[in-house]
């Protein structure tokens, strides 16, 4: 069993940033692919970002490359989501996820993830 706990969310105007962060239970992290997803009210849950357990291979969304940078410290069993240049369309609940065994690999889609955080809300205001 993986718990994962997100923190970092917020309100900030148009512009700015939030830093986002996943903290995973259990001793082997480092095994783990993980990803960010978003939902917004009414929507889908969308994949933001994604990276390998080591660390090698990142993906991200077209809606949000070049803004979100997505980075993990497998010593403190930590992944972040640095997101800046926000915008309104970036209101949403963001949730991080472990894919079990994706050491090398960094998945899209959100039911290939084993294990989900409760979610944090970023709210980014006009």
């Known amino acids: 069993q993986v718990q994962l706990v997100e923190t970092g969310g917020g309100l900030v105007q148009a512009g700015g940033s939030l830093r986002l962060s996943c903290a995973a239970s259990g001793r082997t992290f480092s095994s783990y692919a993980m990803g960010w997803f978003r939902q917004a009210p009414g929507k889908e849950r969308e994949f933001v970002a994604a990276i390998s357990g080591n660390g090698a291979r990142t993906v991200y969304a077209d809606a949000v490359k070049g803004r979100f940078t997505i980075s993990r410290v497998n010593a403190k069993n930590t992944v972040y989501l640095q997101t800046n240049s926000l915008q309104p369309e970036d209101t949403a609940v963001y949730y991080c996820?472990?894919?079990?065994?994706?050491?090398?690999?960094?998945?899209?889609?959100?039911?290939?993830?084993?294990?989900w955080g409760q979610g944090t809300q970023v709210t980014v205001s006009s």
């Open positions: 996820a472990a894919d079990i065994g994706g050491f090398v690999r960094a998945r899209t889609y959100h039911y290939e993830y084993d294990y």
